[in-house]
């Protein structure tokens, strides 16, 4: 079957000066949740993830590590696959920026804006931040009582950087921007960092340094091997390079680009929304479809920080809750877009309440029950169902039109809200209809009241895969729904063959037990 429908997402690539933390699992989860579920509706999905590993930041972690910048680059890539394996992504490719493919394409687009006219020799004299590889004005920085100063958006201490450089001529670029904007009101989610772009952008643009001469560590300028790429010119086109460019004619890129999603952290918010755009324009090159710019996660109120010693490192929650909970409570306790608290108190409320009393017990009351008085077998309504039982399954059926709809704004917490709520509709029918006492009363129509809720439960099972891939398949082998019935398609009839055999129930969300209790 020819797959007409595409969906390119990409996730930032990550420095590997830092070691793989919540807010980079974060990330790539919101990704991984989208491209699952695009998958399951038909798309034909490319979702990529990988590491930025050139400019001054990398460059002076390497060197503070005593080795060569290549191989520790080489080494400490493999921490965010090895991210990956552990959070069950399910990118269909890994791009490191050190890669031959990469160098090609961003000389290509380099060559490309000169050509065209927007690159020029210049100096730079101003300030620099190596923890933001960023340019800042006066006006964004705040002076220290030591008179150091630091970026006020970022806290990063900045260095005064006079050098020859050349330039990309973004000021041009303002007008076309805004335009753009106007023409793509979607562009930049969520609404209020839209306008925040489109603030910054009215306010003036000033031609970017797009080269620096001061180190080595980086793709040279073409012609002119004393200039290294600016890294986010370099680290941007990532999302080019992996589509293909420069070949602009192959099937992969003509498939893929522009991009359906850049998912990133508001702190970089401004390279996506308004360098890389103006970058692709100035090549002759479709922007991308749409930035989203997610918020931001403390820990127990505080910042995360290496030197505060309280990085939250996805591996130890994975041991301690279990993966597909902590999936789960990413997305499900705070609103994407907005800032988010960690706290293993919040965390343990949802693993014990949404998972295991809500959907946890739902599957166990009524799988068991199935085992115990179905002989454990699907049970068979023989005619004996009524309204109430179609107003459960419709409604279960329903949640995909709403979970498809909040999930094209990225509104992951109203998805599972959505779903959540025939949870809980389905175990008040549960009490409602009492199937335990139908059992001596009215036996066929306790198989009616089973039926209706084993197919419930695969419904919900079917649209909890993009969440909880694991939790999701262990329901749904419980049912023993076929591995190619389980796509969104197969979410609206009833499926389950009555008289079908199923294998012994398992609880699939242990309570979590604190310590100090058991
Ligand atoms: O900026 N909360 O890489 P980076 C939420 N290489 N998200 C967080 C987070 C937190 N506390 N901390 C990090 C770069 N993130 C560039 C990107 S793209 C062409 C180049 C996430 O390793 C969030 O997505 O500093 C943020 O934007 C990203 O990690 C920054 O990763």
Not at 441 to 461: G, K, S
């Amino acid at each position: 079957m020819a797959v007409d429908k595409t969906y390119y997402i990409t996730t930032p690539i990550y420095y590997v000066n830092d070691a793989p933390h919540i807010g980079h699992a974060y990330t790539t989860l919101a990704c991984d949740v989208l491209a699952r579920f695009k998958r399951l509706d038909g798309y034909d999905v490319h979702f990529l993830t990988g590491t930025d590993e050139h400019g001054q930041k990398v460059e002076k972690a390497a060197d503070d590590a005593g080795v060569d910048p290549k191989a520790f680059t080489d080494k400490v890539s493999t921490n965010f696959r090895d991210l990956a394996a552990a959070m069950g992504f399910s990118n269909d490719d890994f791009i490191r920026t050190t890669e031959e493919r990469h160098k090609r394409s961003v000389q290509a687009i380099w060559k490309t804006l000169a050509d065209n006219g927007h690159i020029y020799l210049g100096s730079y004299a101003g300030w620099y931040a190596v923890r933001d590889e960023a340019f800042y004005t006066d006006s964004e920085l705040e002076k220290q009582p030591d008179g150091t100063r630091i970026a006020k958006a970022s806290g990063a201490a900045v260095e005064w950087v006079e050098e020859p450089s050349y330039f990309f001529d973004l000021s041009k670029w303002q007008d076309r921007l805004l335009e753009f904007y106007d023409e793509n009101p979607d562009f930049i989610l969520p609404k209020t960092r839209r306008n925040e772009v489109i603030s910054f952008v009215k306010s003036g643009l000033r031609d970017l340094s797009v080269s620096r001469t001061t180190f080595k560590w980086g793709i040279p300028v073409p012609g002119d091997d004393d200039h290294i790429m600016y890294v986010w010119l370099d680290a941007l086109t990532n999302y080019i390079t992996a589509a293909g460019y420069p070949d602009t004619e192959s099937d992969m890129y003509r498939r893929y680009w522009p991009a359906d999603l850049h998912m990133v952290g508001k702190d970089i918010l401004r390279f996506h929304a308004v360098y890389w755009p103006a970058f692709l324009m100035g090549a002759g090159l479709e922007p991308p479809r749409r930035v989203f710019a997610h918020g931001w996660w403390t820990n127990e109120g505080k910042k995360i920080s290496k030197s505060l010693g309280n990085v939250i490192e996805p591996n130890a929650l994975i041991e301690q809750y279990g993966l597909d909970p902590v999936r789960y409570f990413l997305l499900r306790e705070v609103p994407f877009g907005n800032d988010g608290d960690f706290s293993h108190r919040a965390m343990i409320g949802r693993l014990n309440g949404d998972l295991a009393n809500d959907l946890g017990n739902l599957c166990q009351r009524v799988l068991s029950m199935v085992a115990k008085n179905c002989d454990g077998a699907v049970p068979d309504p023989a005619g004996r169902e009524d309204a109430s039982d179609d107003a459960l399954m419709n409604q279960a059926a329903a949640t995909l039109d709403r979970v498809r709809a909040e999930l094209d704004v990225q509104s992951f917490h109203n998805a599972l809200t959505a779903i959540w709520e025939v949870v809980a509709e389905a175990n008040r029918y549960v009490d409602a209809q009492a199937p335990w006492a139908l059992r001596k009363t009215d036996p066929e129509r306790m198989q009616a009241v089973l039926y209706a809720l084993a197919e419930t439960i695969r419904r919900i099972a079917i649209i909890v895969q993009p969440f909880m891939p694991d939790a999701a398949s262990a329901i749904l082998d419980q049912l023993a729904v076929e591995a190619d019935q389980r796509v969104l398609a197969n979410m609206g009839g009833k499926e389950l063959k009555p008289g079908t055999q199923l294998p012994k129930p398992e609880p699939v969300f242990p309570r979590y037990v604190e310590e100090e209790e058991g």
